[in-house]
């Protein structure tokens, strides 16, 4: 699992960096990224670009997003 | 702990919010152009038709192409067939528009009811889509909730304007008074500020990256804001002066705690650089302030017809353009930027921050800070009057060749991505 942190970043960093590190990744790894709001449009972008996500509201505000290739 | 739900829909074309914000700065050269026609600012139909023109023509044309791009991206539920939905709120909200300015002006009953049937439909269609988008967004926050309000207090004002507009033109005796105030205090205390409240929430700690809104706020400022309109409205109605002191006293409240949190916030943010948006929040906010502060001294008889006026043209341009302006600059290139960015990390995309370039925003910022100065002067020095003409005239072609320089790049950065 490779996890990046873009908690903090102005719009469009995480995006930026987050479709950056999918580039990164092989097969079946997923990637988890910490972001400080839930990015609805991230999940349009993931649907057209192939990929599935997960999302999980943390207590301390946050979100946990996994991300990986569509089987 | 909580899942979130995927969004089923897609966000709408980028074509749908551009053309609102694309329309809106041409009510604000139609606004200066009225206003150009006449001897001061204090004539009745000119005014009328001018305050329109930036309230329904500017204010409400941005606002409505922004909610088109706020639902899907902060609460995840688009409006349903956002395309066509787009057009039959655009065309409306502007011939609309133009025939109520036209029907003010000429006192013409034909234009008023023209514009009552026209806009009458273009709101029946707007509000009945948000309120479809919010009714299925599987999200409960508390944006979603103050959008709710603002739509609510935008159906009572427009179901109030039409009322007031059929009456000027067919002569009806109403109690126009009573019936004049609930409509502004509705349009303006509740539209405008839920809505700004709304956004601000998301766009406040998203792009200035400030602390959030408290939570305490954020939940309780929107129906706190909304009872005490409502409370007004009975206060004025059925003449409960008591209540009526009561609820401009809680309401003024609400208004200074929203705007001294918005400007704590910012001055909290986690990046200090300097920052156009943020010069226009910051103006809005202090001139929420001042309009506080005029409508409070407005409750001395003797001073309350100047103060109250002065208190709504503050209101509009000090508050209300100062904000929108400030969100204009931030949500445009951003939108240009995500809607080339989609589908993947792509060559020849342009950085954000150049597809409107700061120096303009920073040019706005200036002009707008004297046309409000000039608009002041011109309320005890009517000459001055040119001086907020000109400075309404030109914010709008600045306003305009800032957006049209962004859907240029974006219409040719995509034709080059295409073609590559």
Known sequence: MIALDVRGLPPPEPFEQIMLALETLIKDDVLRVLIHREPYPLYEMLRESGYRHQTTALPDGNFSIEIGRAS | MSTAMLSTEQAPPITVPLRFFAMAPLFLLLAAAILATGNSFTDAPLLLAVTHCLTLGFITMVMAGAMQQILPVVIGSPMPASKSIAWLTLLPMSTGTLSLAGGFLYSNPALLYAACLILG??????ISACLIAI??????????FAL?????????TATLGIILANGYASGTALDYSKLTAAHISMGLGGWVILLIAGVSYQVVPMFQLTPNYPGWFSSGFAPALFVVLLLG?????????????????LFWMLAVSFAIITLRLQSQRRRRVADATLSFFRLGM???LCVALLSTLALYPPLQED?????????ITGFA????????????????????????VKKGVPNMKSIIPEVWMWRHVQLHRATLLAILTASIWNPARWLAITGLALQSILLSYALFTAITIYQRTLKNLTNA
């Open chain 2, 121 to 126: 439909f273009g709101f029946l269609i707007f």
């Open chain 2, 233 to 249: 409205l009975v206060a004025r109605w059925w003449d409960v002066i008591s209540l009526g002191y009561l609820s401009a006293g």
């Open chain 2, 286 to 288: 202090s001139s929420l």
């Open chain 2, 307 to 315: 103060l109250t006026t002065l208190s709504v043209v503050i209101f």
């Open chain 2, 135 to 144: 009714y299925r967004a599987a999200a409960r926050t508390s944006t979603q």
């Open chain 2, 148 to 156: 709710l309000l603002a739509i609510l207090t935008l159906t009572i």
């Open chain 2, 321 to 344: 353009l100062s904000v929108i302006f400030g969100m204009l600059y931030k949500i445009v290139p951003f939108l240009v930027w995500f809607h080339l960015f989609r589908g993947g």
